[in-house]
């Protein structure tokens, strides 16, 4: 696996995903301004029914339901704790091609995870659905 393709490095740069925020409803006088947002290392991945969804583009936690006083930098580190861009103690340019390198990698392994759980959480999803059918069937029955 390539591990610095032109794309893949994209989002860590602050104005990519900036760019992201269009349509983003919250705006001035907002914690979480589209600034505020792509500092604090999210993009804008809205879906059809939830305008409001962000993800962080480094450990791939998504969040919604945002509020105009929501903190980007305080939300991000308080969902995903372990999430190696929000401690960053430089800024991405200041960074040693080995330090991205290594950042890069740990990126990776997070997005294979995330790949590996999608279909197992689909799965489970499907599943509980089906037991509550089954248990209202077999309810209903009595
Ligand atoms: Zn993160």
Redesign the pocket.
Known sequence: MELLNEDDIKMYVYENRLKTFEGWPFDEGCSCTPENMAKA?FIHTPSGNSPDVAM??????ELEGWEPEDDPQKE?ASH?PS????ALKKKVEDLTVEELLKLQKERQKLIIIKLCNEPVTKFEEAAKLRKADIIKTVMGED
């Open positions: 290392g962080c583009f480094f450990c791939l936690k991000h995903s999430c190696q861009f929000i």
